[in-house]
């Protein structure tokens, strides 16, 4: 998959098959969306591309509203659209000077002369253009005049994706990290770099990576114990996570650690990547440090259990 950074970097191409959204997640519901694109993409002879924007356009919009959690980072987004075949991916940056382009701007300056496009295939409540003026019947209107096809998504497929975003969201702010997975179609996961801690975990046996996630945007799920799986140096090892403050030692601020099983590297400064299979329990403050290992001692055992 070749990865542009700016809308202005991407060369037209014969035969382009696009479709434009934010894709967070790239679960279940946006996977029947690539497959309709690579199907269509196939019969002509042609090449998928997706357009999406980021920063988000809320980002941008509303710099005040720190609430928006996005599921992946755009790294992770980029990631899994290449395992599932997208050809190519144009990640333009979002600016006010982008959304103030009329419809037809929009569509003549970025569909055809940017990008090529001979089919779009879009949803029926798909905005874009000044004041969100453009949709779909813009869209239908426009595409003999510059001969591309408009290939609409059903509005089921839309409601699917709409609401398997926002369950996927929920479920990981509730810990329902089961509920989560099923609607993504693989384990959530967040990747960061391993930083220095301050060591108190190995003094209990149970030495720990803090994992640095630079993306405020990244949503994390509530805080506790998981069964997690951590991919280092193209390994895969069985571990404990942790999120939250440390509350048996007054910890001021949240982490995200995890206690990799039968590992002894040294990883600092290296990028990890942890998925997350279960909620073993919440956060809890212990009244001493030994009260915190045989909790962690009854942790290990349970996570083993259920990662088998």
Same mark, same amino acid.
């Given at each position: 998959?070749?990865?542009?950074?700016?809308?202005?970097?991407?060369?037209?191409?014969?035969?382009?098959?696009?479709? *434009?959204?934010?894709? %967070?997640?790239?679960?279940?519901?946006?996977?029947?969306i690539l497959s309709k694109i690579k199907e269509l993409a196939d019969a002509i002879n042609g090449k998928t591309v997706i357009l999406t924007f980021?920063?988000?356009?809320?980002?941008?919009?509303?710099?005040?509203?720190?609430s928006i959690k996005m599921i992946n980072t755009i790294n992770e987004k980029a990631a899994l659209l290449e395992q599932l075949g997208v050809?190519?991916?144009?990640?333009?940056?979002?600016?006010r000077d982008?959304?103030?382009?009329t419809a037809e701007e929009y569509i003549q300056k970025v569909l055809v002369d940017? *990008?090529?496009?001979?089919?779009?295939? *879009?949803?029926? %409540?798909?905005?874009?253009?000044? %004041?969100?003026?453009?949709?779909?019947?813009?869209?239908q209107h426009f595409g003999p005049v510059y001969g591309f096809e408009v290939v609409e998504i059903p509005e089921q497929d839309i409601h699917d994706v709409a609401v398997s975003s926002t369950r996927i969201r929920k479920a990981l702010l509730n810990a329902e990290i089961d509920l989560a997975n099923e609607f993504l179609g693989y384990p959530f996961f967040v990747t960061g770099k391993v930083t220095r801690g301050d060591q108190i975990g190995r003094t209990m046996g149970y030495p720990t990576a803090n994992i640095l996630i630079e993306e405020t945007y990244k949503l994390i799920p509530a805080d506790g114990i998981f069964s997690v799986k951590v991919q280092v140096n193209g390994q895969e090892y069985k571990g404990m996570g942790y999120i939250g403050h440390r509350p048996?030692?007054?910890?001021?601020?949240?982490?995200?650690?995890v206690n990799i099983f039968d590992f002894n590297q040294d990883i600092y400064t290296q990028d990890i990547r942890m998925e997350f299979f279960h909620f073993v329990r919440g956060d809890i403050k212990f009244e001493s440090l030994e009260q915190l290992k045989q909790q962690l001692d009854k942790d290990k055992t349970d996570v083993m259990g259920l990662l088998g």
């Open positions: 998959m070749k990865i542009y950074h700016h809308i202005d970097e991407f060369k037209p191409i014969k035969n382009a098959v696009v479709t *434009i959204g934010t894709f %967070d997640g790239v679960h279940l519901g946006h996977r029947k980021f920063p988000h356009p809320r980002m941008i919009l509303h710099p005040e509203d720190q050809d190519h991916l144009i990640i333009t940056p979002f600016s982008f959304s103030n382009q940017q *990008i090529g496009t001979k089919k779009i295939v *879009i949803g029926y %409540d798909h905005r874009f253009g000044k %004041d969100r003026q453009g949709g779909l019947a813009e869209l048996t030692i007054s910890g001021m601020t949240r982490n995200i650690e």
